[in-house]
Structure formats: C-alpha cells, structure tokens
C-alpha cells in the first residue's frame, strides 16, 4: 500500500507526502513500479524537481543518471562496469535513448564518446531509436543539441520507429522548422512514407 501511495505522490508531484512516506519506510526509495525507480519515474512523470531530490537519497544508476544529464554518475558507473553504456532497462531503453529524450546533452555526448549505440533500437513497442527519443523531447534547446550530436555521431536520419515514422516526422508534427533544416540536412527523406500513408509535412498541422 505504501509504495503505490508513494508513486502516486510522485507522479503527482506531491514532494510533502512522499518525504512522510519516506521517512515512515526509508526502504521505498529502493522499491520499483515495473521496474522503474522512484528517481526514474518522477522524470517521466515530468517532475525533474523531485527528481533530483530524490537522486540526492540514492547512488545513481546508469539510467537515472542519463535521465538527469549526470556525467559524474555515469563516469563512476562505468568505471566500474562499462559494459553498462549501452545495456537496456527494465522498459526496454538505453541510456543514451534517456538522455536523448530528457534533454540531457552532457551526458549524451558523454555516452557516445563512451561508445554507445547511436541506432539502438529500444526493446519494446515503440521500436524508437535515440534520434527519434531526441526529437520527441519537449525542451526545443536541448533537443537541437541532443539531435545534432547524434546525426553528428552516425545515427541513422531515416531510421523507423513504430508504425513507420521517421524524425523529419517528429520534427514536422513538433512544427520545428530549425531541427526540421537540422534533419534534411543530414539526408532526411521528405518522401519517407508513414505505416499509414502519411509524409512528414502531413504533420505539420
């Protein structure tokens, strides 16, 4: 009971109930929600805020680290295990497919130089690659940085993900006419096909 009244005060971003409850059961902030971690879900509940507090509790792992754009963090992980730099989480994604979608260019540039798979597909339904986490990040800053630093290191422009879509999709649908530039020219395909028969500029809307 506490911990899916812990997780709801976290994607609630209730910071005053899920401190009570941390200090009533310490043990949470090792407890998972499918896998995630307490610090890893309040990123993908949009709640960076509480998500570094929580990272204050905890020795940060190789994805939460990614999420937060913490070099040292991941530096220490890899040091001790580099085999890490690439390894999927319990949700089927990379590191560098975290720090792509958080907006997080410290550690993505960091992850590529440590050799990370820059066209790792991710292991689950959405099938997306780091580009296209990159372009679906919210913050338009950070995502030019994240997505023109993986272009730079070799990804895939015309890559699919679920049900057919490229980046020059998402940067279309994001109505981003830099990263859109940013895309076609690195060779995006304007005439790249959806599953359903869509072209990028159908996005655009």
Same mark, same amino acid.
């Given at each position: 009971?506490?911990?899916?009244?812990?997780?709801?005060?976290?994607?609630?971003?209730?910071?005053?109930?899920?401190? =009570?409850?941390?200090?009533?059961?310490?043990?949470?902030?090792?407890?998972?929600?499918?896998?995630?971690?307490?610090?890893?879900?309040? !990123?993908?509940?949009?709640?960076?805020? %509480? #998500? +570094?507090?929580?990272?204050?509790?905890?020795? %940060?792992?190789?994805?939460?680290?990614?999420?937060?754009?913490?070099?040292?963090?991941?530096?220490?992980?890899?040091?001790?295990? *580099?085999? %890490?730099?690439?390894?999927?989480?319990?949700?089927?994604?990379?590191?560098?497919?975290? #720090?792509?979608?958080? &907006?997080?260019?410290?550690?993505?540039?960091?992850?590529? &130089?440590? *050799?990370?798979?820059?066209?790792?597909? #991710?292991?689950?339904?959405?099938?997306?690659?780091?580009?296209?986490?990159?372009?679906?990040?919210?913050? +338009? =800053?950070? +995502?030019?940085? !994240?997505?023109?630093?993986?272009?730079?290191? &070799?990804? =895939?422009?015309?890559? +699919?993900?679920? *049900? *057919?879509?490229?980046?020059?999709?998402?940067?279309?649908?994001?109505?981003?006419? =830099?990263?859109?530039?940013?895309?076609?020219?690195? &060779?995006?395909?304007?005439?790249? !096909?959806?599953?359903?028969?869509?072209?990028?500029?159908?996005?655009?809307?």
């Amino acid at each position: 009971m506490d911990k899916a009244a812990f997780f709801a005060a976290i994607g609630q971003g209730n910071e005053l109930k899920v401190f =009570e409850l941390l200090k009533q059961s310490p043990g949470l902030i090792a407890s998972r929600l499918e896998g995630i971690s307490p610090v890893l879900y309040a !990123c993908y509940q949009g709640q960076p805020a %509480l #998500a +570094r507090e929580l990272a204050a509790k905890v020795d %940060l792992d190789i994805w939460e680290a990614a999420a937060l754009d913490d070099v040292h963090a991941i530096q220490r992980v890899l040091a001790e295990n *580099g085999a %890490l730099v690439s390894l999927l989480a319990r949700d089927g994604f990379s590191p560098l497919h975290l #720090a792509a979608f958080f &907006g997080a260019p410290a550690a993505l540039k960091w992850l590529l &130089g440590a *050799g990370a798979e820059v066209n790792q597909s #991710a292991a689950n339904d959405a099938k997306v690659q780091p580009l296209h986490s990159a372009v679906a990040n919210s913050d +338009r =800053e950070s +995502r030019l940085d !994240c997505t023109q630093a993986l272009l730079e290191a &070799g990804a =895939e422009v015309n890559a +699919r993900q679920a *049900g *057919g879509f490229t980046a020059l999709h998402s940067a279309y649908h994001q109505k981003d006419q =830099e990263l859109i530039a940013l895309l076609l020219a690195f &060779g995006a395909d304007t005439q790249a !096909c959806s599953d359903d028969g869509r072209l990028p500029k159908d996005l655009f809307q």
